[in-house]
């Protein structure tokens, strides 16, 4: 049988993630996590959420197991299934449930992604019984004292398919995340893609007009991860302009002229 230390040691952050504290949500965090409270992560794609929660858990000390959701995802991919190998049928617990018996912070990545039949399985671990039953084991785990729920959630993907419950979201502490301010994103894309300030402030230039076109012909504009891409590029040699049609421009459209309209934007601000 695995030791249990053994096993949470695989998803320990041993080395201090990277992360620019834009106002309170540090503090915030750490209170929620010191009462167990669950807590979502609300803002758009790429503008630092995982980051976060990579740093909070090198900050707490606790191991983070990430489970990227999608629509495919069902319950047993959270919390186990029976499985055959060549002594018969074993029980093999999912990342959710593995983080319930050892006391991980559990963080479902996108959580909008998977299905809503399937999120509803989190919903006794986030309220004052902090449970979770496998009914195809029999068994009802009351998680570990040190066990905390999160979820990052993009509000932009809201529709009649694609949304949280109300019953879900009420559950949880929220802290909005957005794009940092002009000289916060220039200092996060400078350390994170190793360019100089000059050539991030012009990334983060781009990237700030193409966030004028959401709903303009682009569901959201450049994120913070793209400009770190893009930034990566110029730092192996690439041009500005190759670099942001590669990690901007082809990613964010397939549309002609919306495609135009920002590499108009890139020569402009180049």
Known sequence: MTNPALLLDQYRILDEPYYRPLRDEVELFGAAYASRMPVMLKGPTGCGKTRFIEYMAWRLGRPLITVACHEDMTAADLVGRWLLDAEGTVWSDGPLTTAVRLGAICYLDEIVEARQDTTVVIHPLTDDRRVL?????????????????????????????????????????????????????????????GIEPEIADLLVKIASHSRNLKGQGLDEGASTRMLVNAGRLIGYGISLDKACETTIVVPLTDDADTRNTLRDVISACA
């Open 133 to 193: 039953p496998l009914e195809k084991r029999g068994e009802l785990i009351h998680a570990h004292s040190d066990f905390q729920l999160v979820i990052s959630y993009n509000p932009g993907y809201q529709s009649a398919i694609k949304d949280l419950k109300e019953s879900t979201k009420q559950r949880f502490a929220a802290l909005d995340f957005d794009y940092p301010d002009r000289s916060a994103e220039v200092e996060v894309v400078s350390r994170e893609a």
